[in-house]
């Protein structure tokens, strides 16, 4: 009898031990900022009970984190924005490989590390944006068109610190080659209208004033600006669209689990449900960015810009080659 009750005492001790577990919060470090994943947050908090903890910061310093924490971290998830920042962080060695049928499922090949360590969430494209006052869509093609002389005096960019330009030269080197690259590159220069911006947004404002015609920018930058303002004189254009050319550039937000996630079971939970279709949909009305699982539609007003053949290699190549593609921006005069 006594011998009944220990046994059953302790099962009642392991499951006790299990609920406590289970109840205790998955912390994320997260690049994103606020107002974009709390919603998320908040939202599967209330369909599972699970907390999720969050801090955030910027890329360079959480990965720093990551790295000096080790196995004393208490981060169970890395989230950030740019394949190349994702890539450097399974460089790094502060993610683990994740085997999920879930995520096999809900992100496209080209949208998540070869090697499983981190899974695209949400896609931006980096397209051609230009003024409807001063340019005809029958004036483009593609981005590397941008360097013709006709685009002499009237072409902006954003920094080629920013890693968004980095990523988009890098799968540039992939696609061309490095010679081909640097040339294209070295004709946007040439083609440059004012000084670099510091942001899209700038860009942005700087074709609605007239300082140039046409730029490159992350399609969520134009929602918003055309969320404020609907009849702002600048529209999209997808380039590179026949065969051969490529296809537009996109780039992920993303994450991964931590190597030494404490939480890891949860955090694998909390990572299937941001790429199912209930959070897929919160992404997409977020932020206007495309939705990383194919079978979520977009907001309407990103759905009003029409549709568009991708870059499908492996965004994963954005990091492989940011090195490369910084030194070739560099050689360029590209700053």
């Not at 709390?38 to 209330?46: H, I, M, V």
């Not at 969320?227 to 669209?241: D, K, L, R, S």
Request: aromatic share 8%; net charge negative; charged share 25%.
């Amino acid at each position: 009898m006594l011998k009944h009750i220990t046994c059953l005492a302790g099962a009642v001790l392991t499951v006790l031990s299990l609920q406590a577990a289970q109840a205790e919060p998955v912390v994320v470090y997260s690049a994103r900022k606020d107002h974009l994943i709390k919603p998320l947050f908040d939202a599967y908090t209330q369909k599972t009970g699970v907390e999720i903890q969050f801090t955030t910061a910027k890329e360079a310093a959480l990965l720093e984190r990551l790295v000096a924490e080790d196995k004393n971290t208490p981060a169970d998830m890395l989230m950030t924005v740019d394949a190349g920042n994702l890539w450097q962080a399974a460089e790094r060695g502060v993610l683990q490989a994740v085997n999920s049928d879930a995520l096999e499922k809900s992100i496209p090949e080209h949208l998540q590390d070869p090697d499983n360590q981190w899974f695209g969430l949400s896609v931006r494209a980096r397209t051609i944006v230009y003024s409807t006052e001063r340019v005809k869509p029958s004036d483009l093609s593609s981005y590397e068109a941008l360097g013709d002389a006709k685009w002499k005096g009237r072409l902006c960019l954003r920094t080629s610190k920013k890693v968004y330009n980095q990523s988009l030269t890098a799968m540039m080197i992939t696609r061309l080659g490095e010679e081909k690259a640097e040339a294209v590159v070295k004709s946007w220069v040439d083609n440059l209208a004012t000084d670099v911006f510091s942001s899209d947004s700038q860009l942005l404002e700087a074709i609605a004033a007239g300082q140039c015609d046409v730029g490159v920018v992350n399609t969520y930058y134009f929602g918003r600006m055309q969320e404020e303002n609907p009849e702002v004189p600048i529209a999209i254009f997808w380039p590179n669209q026949d065969d051969g050319l490529g296809g537009v550039h996109v780039n992920v937000s993303g994450a991964g689990i931590t190597k030494y996630a404490k939480h890891p079971e949860e955090a694998i939970k909390l990572l299937e449900w941001l790429a199912s279709p209930e959070a897929q949909g919160l992404f997409a009305s977020l932020n206007h960015e495309y939705p990383a699982n194919p079978s979520v539609p977009s907001s309407d007003l990103v759905r009003a810009w029409g549709d568009f053949k991708p870059d499908t290699i492996n965004v994963a190549e954005a990091g492989r080659l940011q090195v490369e593609a910084v030194k070739l921006m560099d050689r360029a005069g590209y700053k």
